[in-house]
């Protein structure tokens, strides 16, 4: 009941935008995503696997070690836009013990407050990019700033922060101070590695010096939407062919296209972008290394 | 005594728009921002975004009078923020700090329409406000309770306020109540605040 009143507050409050968005919520039978799966966590079979839950959340299991991206694992982005497809896995059958939750940057579909207090007691420890730590609730686990090149390691686990392009802040103009809280990370184990490229807009020269750095990237988890109107979304969103640019400037042998086809953002059809994806990757002849996935779907990479 | 509070007004609003924006956005994320990132920029944006207005009807001796309300925050104790981080803010709150679970010291004066005289329609208070989160960390829906000193037209009193906030506590409704009565005993007010 108190939620449905804050829906409606926030419903009338942001009346013209959200007019908008219900107009353009699809219909469940629409084929706007692909049937979700239902796979389940497990590490018994792989050295390195991942499970989509939609958007930029991603369950990447690397040997016994369990890290989270972006977690968004509600029904609703800050009770103001309702996800076109629910999340791939519920939070209760996520592992016991994550070690690792990696928040890209601040906005409310990244950093996710309410998912957040729906994985408390699992969570070892959260990243958040430079100037992150004052948006993050005083929840149960440790959190920590890690800015760019800068890295985190535990137990052989390393977490490294990598540049990106993107727009800083949560509320619009604290972007205008928070200029560097936005990140990729790059997460090693045992020989492993992950590029977790959250949100970001097509920047080759950070790339570049990201596989100088890490130059055996097994899995590149890279965003591929929204895709229009361009002009605008250039600056903060790779579209599929760009993302296939940073696959190859990143050289993994790997890539798992996020953030698509979870909330309705930008003017991008309905599965545009994953099927542009496929597309541009059969004619550049790079489709075997790239894995587009269905919402829940697990994927081994590097099997056991 | 008018003078006085716009003194007190005016010298808030200067340490805002040069030491308070820099100060926060420092100790934000107690990093080391380079020369060039735009502080200035930051407090000019806010300093537009404290311009925008609640409005509000004051009930008071048979009287019902629309007014406009501005405030600011001097200083503000957030509990409801990550252990480690830096819980104090002055003038630049962002909006999670406060509706997260918050204590604040605020003050800015409400104007109340009427037939009379210009500064007789200025209302300033000041007063301290703690929030609580509902849903989301507050994001999605917060409430507060608070007290203030206020001073309208030579009437002095206390008054005291609850609220209830939405949409990132970008929209809120209070609802102030003074027992000493005077012209303005009950407000309501749509409380729009952008950080």
């Known amino acids: 009941m108190v939620r449905a009143l804050a829906l409606a507050s926030s419903l009338a409050g942001a009346a013209c935008a959200c007019t908008r968005l219900s107009n353009r919520v699809v219909d469940p039978a629409h084929p706007y995503f692909e049937p979700p799966a239902h796979d389940t966590p497990r590490s018994d079979d792989a050295l390195l696997s991942v499970l989509w839950i939609g958007h930029a959340t991603v369950l990447v299991q690397m040997g016994d070690k369990w890290i989270l991206t972006d977690p968004f694992l509600v029904d609703t982005m800050g009770e103001i836009q309702r996800r076109v497809s629910p999340p791939g896995l519920e939070a209760a059958c996520l592992p016991e013990k994550i070690d690792a939750v990696l928040v890209s940057h601040l906005h409310p579909d990244h950093l996710s407050y309410a998912s957040l207090d729906l994985i408390e007691h699992k969570v070892k420890r959260l990243f958040v990019p430079r100037g992150g730590l004052a948006y993050v609730p005083d929840l149960a686990f440790d959190a920590r700033e890690l800015p760019a090149w800068t890295s985190f390691e535990e137990g052989g686990l390393r977490v ?25 990370y790059v997460v090693e184990y045992r020989g492993l590695s992950v590029f977790f490229g959250g949100d970001t807009a097509y920047d080759a020269p950070d790339f570049r010096r990201a596989r100088e750095r890490f130059p055996h990237l097994d899995l ?56 542009t994806l496929r597309a541009r990757a059969r004619d550049r002849g790079v489709a075997d290394h790239v894995d587009v996935l269905r919402i829940g779907e697990r994927r081994v990479i590097v099997p056991m | 005594m008018f003078g006085a509070w716009l003194k007190v007004f005016a010298a808030a609003l200067t340490i805002a728009l040069t030491d308070g924006a820099v100060a926060s956005a420092q100790s934000d994320a107690e990093q080391e921002e380079s020369a060039s990132d735009p502080a200035v920029r930051s407090a000019l944006l806010w300093s537009l975004a404290q311009i925008v207005p609640s409005p509000e009807v004051a009930y008071g001796e048979a009287t019902a009078r629309f007014g406009l309300r501005w405030q600011v925050t001097p200083l503000l104790y957030s509990f409801g923020i990550y252990r480690q981080a ?22 800015g004066p409400e104007y109340l329409v009427q037939g009379r005289g210009l500064a007789d329609g200025w209302l300033w208070r000041i007063g301290a406000r703690s929030y609580f989160p509902i849903i989301e960390r507050g994001e999605s829906l917060s409430v507060s309770v608070g007290t203030s000193y206020s001073e309208l037209a030579g009437h002095r009193g206390v008054a005291y306020e609850a609220g209830v906030y939405t949409l990132f506590g970008l929209v809120g409704a209070q609802i102030t109540w003074s027992p000493t009565g005077g012209e303005a005993t009950t407000i309501a007010t749509l409380r729009l605040r952008y950080f």
């Open chain 2, 86 to 107: 830096w819980r104090w803010r002055a003038f630049v709150v962002e909006p999670f700090v406060r509706q997260s679970g918050s204590v604040e010291l605020f003050l």
């Open chain 1, 220 to 275: 590149a988890l890279l965003p591929i939407a929204p895709i229009r109107p361009r002009d605008h979304m250039r600056t903060l969103h790779m579209d599929p062919d760009e993302a296939l640019d940073a696959l190859g400037v990143l050289g993994a042998r790997t890539m798992v296209p996020i953030h698509f086809d979870t909330l309705v953002a930008g003017k991008d059809s309905p599965g545009e972008a994953r099927e």
């Open chain 1, 160 to 184: 490294t922060a990598v540049p990106v392009q993107h727009v800083g802040g949560r509320y619009g103009i604290d972007a205008a101070w928070m200029t560097h809280s936005f990140t990729g």
